[in-house]
């Protein structure tokens, strides 16, 4: 069965400061792995993807991910974060032969201080 | 426009009554799920209908009953509320594996 992991349940970052998100999964297949951000009261906005090909990605608002098959990992990462960086972040696992159903993390809470 | 909308934002209700939540896309998307939240932020798939035929349904409670007039519409429909109902009920539709999610639906049952 899949899962995704989330190490981390919350990280404080000053703003300017670098972020890494952690997220582990696991999987029997090749999986397709997503990055969502939800901010307090939204829904969830899709923030990058990886299906296949370069296993570094670049997403929306400065973000990426890099995939490493070999530690199944899928870490998310921005140079500098901004104030309303402050959020809570979700891993995602799916596949296309289980009709897109995605496995989610537990989250992870970014707190962005002055 | 919006892509993908949810009626209503919040949800007041007493246990045991029964209650609807709607959801549109307008992205042409032949796939749309129902997520639950929990109060720790654990998002968990309810159902998922493709062309309006289901095709995940998850271990649910029969008190919750979706439904898919068309393939732009997903319904909701939950019977005898309970507390544990509590949550933020998403919507989501999807093609070639993206999924874009609805604003949520905040449903406070007392």
């Known amino acids: ?26 999987y029997g297949a090749t999986p397709y792995l997503f990055w969502y ?3 307090p009261g939204q829904g969830l906005q899709l923030l990058l993807k990886y299906f296949s090909g370069d296993t570094l990605v670049q997403g929306i608002k400065g973000f990426e991910a890099e995939f490493k ?20 972040y979700f891993c995602a696992v799916g596949s296309t032969d289980s009709w897109g159903k995605l496995q989610f ?7 962005v201080t002055p | 426009d919006t892509a993908v909308s949810q009626t209503p934002k919040y949800l007041v209700t007493q246990m045991g009554n029964d209650k609807s939540i709607k959801c549109e896309q307008n992205l042409g998307h032949d796939t749309m799920y129902w997520y639950k939240q929990d109060s720790k932020k654990f998002l968990k798939i309810m159902f998922s209908y493709n062309n309006k035929e289901l095709i995940i349904n998850e271990t649910v409670p029969n008190r919750f ?9 997903l319904n909701l429909h939950i019977n ?9 009920y998403f919507c989501a539709s999807s093609q070639s594996g993206e999924q874009y999610f609805g604003p949520g639906t905040r449903l406070t049952v007392t």
């Open chain 2, 80 to 88: 005898s509320l309970e507390l544990g109902d509590s949550a933020v």
């Open chain 1, 69 to 88: 098959r070999s530690q199944s990992s899928f870490n998310l990462r921005k140079p500098s974060v901004h104030w309303s960086d402050a959020a809570e």
């Open chain 1, 37 to 39: 951000v939800q901010s």
């Open chain 1, 1 to 26: 069965a899949q899962s995704v992991t989330q190490p981390d349940i919350h990280i404080t970052v000053s703003e300017g400061a670098s972020l890494e998100l952690r997220c582990n999964y696991s």
């Open chain 1, 105 to 111: 993390g537990a989250g992870t809470q970014v707190v």
């Open chain 2, 65 to 73: 009953s979706p439904k898919s007039p068309d393939k732009a519409h």
